[in-house]
């Protein structure tokens, strides 16, 4: 399927895929265990989303970034991302997929993957591989990125003067 109008909304409790504007599947928000957050260089900006998975008790749902997924995620429904911490993040270079999910011809092909629905085997033994991050919302994780960053060092850290003699 190509992915170029491709859109994801929130219709109630469901989050709706569309291509042209079409409902082509539904996912329901009570069904969400967990959302994994495929970005560029380990980033935790949404321009750097490359792919996200979204897992259900019997489904692994991949969405690429194009979707609007992102501020799904992110920015619709906070406190709902807030009540039920389910929010994972990773690497790109540190999550592959199988091949075949992988869009392109064999030596042009992107490590974004298409819109697919997988039953949860076929893709979780890959996901156990992941080194992922979280739980932690968009927020939770902008703010502890700007402490591991802060300009001041911890007081621990801070090397003692010897006292003159």
């Known amino acids: 399927m190509r992915n170029d109008n491709l859109n994801t909304r929130w219709e109630g409790t469901d989050l709706l895929v569309l291509n042209n504007d ?5 996912i329901a928000a009570r069904e ?19 792919f996200a998975v979204v897992e259900t008790t019997a489904d692994h749902i991949l ?9 799904r995620v992110h920015f619709e429904r906070q406190s709902f991302w807030l009540q039920r911490p389910c929010v994972y993040w990773v690497d790109e270079a540190r999550a592959p997929l199988p091949r075949r999910l992988l869009r392109g011809v ?60």
């Open 22 to 26: 079409q409902p082509i599947d539904r």
């Open 32 to 50: 969400i265990h967990r959302v994994i957050l495929v970005c560029r260089h380990g980033s935790d900006a949404p321009s750097d989303l490359r």
């Open 63 to 71: 969405l690429p970034a194009p979707s609007g997924i992102a501020g």
């Open 106 to 165: 064999w030596l042009l092909r992107r490590q974004q993957p298409g819109f697919v629905r997988l039953p949860h085997g076929e893709l979780a033994g890959v996901i156990e591989q992941w080194p992922l991050d979280g739980p932690q919302s968009w927020e939770q994780r902008k703010w502890a990125h700007i402490v591991r960053n802060r300009l001041l060092p911890s007081t621990g850290a801070v090397p003692r003067s010897k006292p003159r003699q």
